[in-house]
Nanobody, 121 residues
Framework: QVHMVESGGGLVQAGGSLRLSCAAS?????IGWFRQAPGKEREFVAA????????YYADSVKGRFTISRDNAKNTVALQMNSLKPEDTAVYYC?????????????????WGQGTQVTVSS
């Protein structure tokens, strides 16, 4: 089975940076990051496909966030720069056996427990 464990969340001021990490056991085709704020639906953030190292980003984070993967260690990082208060949410990493459709949460079978990111004004 694939197990996902997120870490690196915390409290940061607007304009600051955080680096989230996801430790994944087992092989995965794609790793995605999603976030969910109170009262909001789960939102796609970024994804990476291991076979081609393709990366995908939501428009809201493009240019600010960077996703990377260490295939040997089965770890994925999400570097978040220029954080905004609207980035505040619980962030989840997830694993998919698909290399396409990475922006859809329904394509992911394995999810981590989530890590809280809070950005103050």
């Amino acid at each position: 089975q694939v197990h996902m464990v997120e870490s690196g969340g915390g409290l940061v001021q607007a304009g600051g940076s955080l680096r989230l990490s996801c430790a994944a056991s087992g092989r995965t085709a794609s790793i995605g990051w999603f976030r969910q704020a109170p009262g909001k639906e789960r939102e796609f953030v970024a994804a990476i496909v291991s076979s081609a190292d393709n990366t995908y980003y939501a428009d809201s984070v493009k240019g600010r966030f960077t996703i990377s993967r260490d295939n040997a260690k089965n770890t994925v990082a999400l570097q978040m720069n220029s954080l905004k208060p609207e980035d505040t949410a619980v962030y989840y990493c997830a694993a998919s056996t698909y290399s396409r459709g990475t922006e859809y949460s329904g394509n992911y079978h394995y999810w981590g427990q989530g890590t809280q990111v809070t950005v103050s004004s």
